[in-house]
């Protein structure tokens, strides 16, 4: 008798799957379509048929610099987030069957509870990522997405919306009534705007931007602070909550931004630190931590169990991503030099449709 798993060899053998490689600080230039047979899926594991990958500004910072505080592969297929569907499921896996439309989780080995080093294998990193047509994750890496969204939609949330999830939930819980400061309208901003929104929080964003002022609105905020017009906005953000400061605060900028932030944070709240996306003077006295009892708290995505409840509440609030622009998979490298000119509004995903 042919085992099961011999059968499936035997299909899957024929699979030729079509990736995009890339090297590490060497530029969307390095990127080229590699063709290969993909191997059958283990007893554990998923063959996802990939429909959409989205960029994060991780993939700037690994493929133009290289610099990126996790392992990066020299080679790798590039990209973490990434959605599709199911087309076969190993022996022992009985949580998916074909047909299931899944996300993979950015770091497929956190299940859980805190972040480990063993952890740290990240898709479109130390892992290959999600630029290919088709993908075998362990069964534990992917989880379902929610049913109202489009492929291309779903793609938008792992990493940011994970980030956003785990920054706001992850630690000090948010509690409705609280006030949730975020900063700029990049896609973590934009999710923590529309997560803080749905758990009934008040929103103070800031943006670079007055033409940004209505999308911000459009997705929930309720106070709008320009950051160029108001570079004091730590100011604002205590004349809005009547000197307190807010509660959760989305820290995207950085060394560059924390002091405001420390300034702007109520007394126990919690500033999440996010990324590094302002530019200018540092934290240069870092006495000034010791003006808050706030929990400074760094933020390394999250893990599958953050993921499912995001994804549970976006299903619940029917929530939409903003998408900036869509290409075809075939267009990966103009995908990749367009996001790396930074003048998206969205999500820049790439369709595998
Ligand atoms: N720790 C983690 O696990 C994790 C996960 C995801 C992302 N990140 C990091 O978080 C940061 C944001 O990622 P993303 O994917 O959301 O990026 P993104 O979509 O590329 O964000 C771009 C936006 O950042 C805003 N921005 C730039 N400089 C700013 C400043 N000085 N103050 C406030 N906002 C500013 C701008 O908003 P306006 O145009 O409105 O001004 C810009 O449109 C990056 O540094 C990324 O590496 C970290």
Redesign the pocket.
């Given at each position: 008798m042919i085992a099961e798993r011999d059968l499936l060899k035997k299909e899957m053998s024929e699979i030729i799957n079509k990736a995009f490689w890339a090297d590490k600080a060497k530029g969307a230039d390095s990127l080229r379509m590699v063709t290969e047979t993909l191997p059958a899926p283990g007893s554990q594991e998923v063959l996802i048929q990939v429909k959409a990958a989205a960029?994060?500004?991780?993939e700037?910072?690994i493929i133009e610099s290289g610099v990126?505080?996790l392992p990066v592969k020299d080679t790798f297929i590039p990209m973490a987030d990434g959605v599709g569907e199911i087309i076969a499921v190993g022996s022992a896996v009985s949580n998916f069957k074909a047909g299931d439309r899944v996300a993979a989780v950015?770091f497929p080995y956190w299940q859980s509870g805190p972040f480990q080093a063993e952890f740290s294998g990240q898709l479109g990193g130390a892992l290959d990522g999600m630029l290919t047509e088709y993908k075998i994750l362990p069964a534990a890496g992917v989880v379902l997405i929610p049913d109202h969204l489009s492929y291309v939609e779903a793609a938008a949330y792992p990493?940011?919306g994970?980030?956003?999830w785990?920054a706001l939930f992850g630690g000090a819980a948010l509690l409705p009534g609280q006030t949730v400061l975020t900063?700029?309208?990049?896609?973590?901003?934009?999710?923590a705007l529309q997560f803080a929104r749905a758990a009934g929080a008040r929103v103070i964003?800031?943006?670079?931007?007055s033409e940004?002022i209505g999308l911000?609105q459009q997705f929930g905020a309720d106070e709008v602070i320009n950051?160029?017009e108001q570079p004091a906005w730590h100011i604002a953000v205590k004349a809005l909550t009547n000197g307190k400061g807010a509660d959760h605060i989305i820290e995207?900028?950085?060394a560059?931004?924390l002091p405001q932030s420390i300034r702007a944070v109520q007394a126990t709240g919690q500033i999440s630190?996010?990324?590094?996306?302002?530019?200018?003077d540092p934290l240069s006295n870092p006495n000034l931590l010791l003006t808050t009892a706030a929990t400074i708290r760094?933020?390394?995505?999250?893990h599958r169990q953050h993921q499912q409840q995001m994804n549970s509440a976006v299903a619940v609030n029917k929530l939409r991503p903003l998408i900036d622009r869509v290409f075809p998979f075939t267009d990966a490298k103009e995908a990749y030099q367009y996001?790396l000119k930074?003048q998206?509004?969205?999500?820049v995903v790439v369709s595998m449709e």
């Open positions: 960029f994060n500004y991780r700037v910072m990126y505080p950015m990493c940011a994970v980030t956003a785990n900063l700029g309208t990049g896609g973590v901003s934009m999710m964003a800031t943006t670079s931007s940004k911000l950051y160029k995207v900028g950085g560059a931004t630190m996010i990324g590094s996306m302002a530019t200018g760094a933020i390394a995505a999250g996001y930074g998206y509004q969205g999500k």
